[in-house]
């Protein structure tokens, strides 16, 4: 079983719907990071978590640490939102090793 | 303008030939890692480096070397390529640990 698990692994959905996209770890974690990949291949780092709730424009990031458990959402998405978003952790007790997940395709249609 | 900077973009080389992705960060940045990306396999990192002088292997850290001889400086050597190391390579920088992480633009290499 991988340490980060996302879901869904792809995500279809119509212009202006409200997108949510799911990061369960297993691992104690000092951060967690969500981090944004468009076609043309770049990776942009979006938020870093350690607690609570962050938003930044059109995207909101939470984090339960209890239950190990964090969402990124979008709202009134935008056929510029489609991209590959990835989930990576932090874990408490490694060196300065990123865990990754595999990522959740997002396809967002005029 | 804070960025990574990679170089070569694009590469097609052929099996053997010793070939060197340069990485430069103008942030000074303490910690810095290489990544490779395949289709289904997502990232998974080659080495590290903590500081000057300080790398550490990754989860697939065979056929390739690093060296931080600088801050600035984290290049990735490939001393004999093979067809298995044609991939997309990340170069990646952090202020701290836990810090939020800035990405190049990647380097497309194709081994022949």
Known sequence: KNEVEQSPQNLTAQEG???TINCSYSVGISALHWLQQHPGGGIVSLFMLSSGKKKHGRLIATINIQEKHSSLHITASHPRDSAVYICAVNRMDS????IW???TKLIIKP | EAQVTQNPRYLITVTGKKLTVTCSQNMNHEYMSWYRQDPGLGLRQIYYSMNVEVTDKGDVPEGYKVSRKEKRNF???LESPSPNQTSLYFCASSRDRIGEWYFGPGTRLTVL
Do not use: C, S, T, V
């Open chain 1, 95 to 98: 060196n300065y090793q990123l």
């Open chain 2, 75 to 77: 290049p990735l050597i």
């Open chain 1, 17 to 19: 719907e409200f997108i």
């Open chain 1, 101 to 103: 997940g595999a990522g």
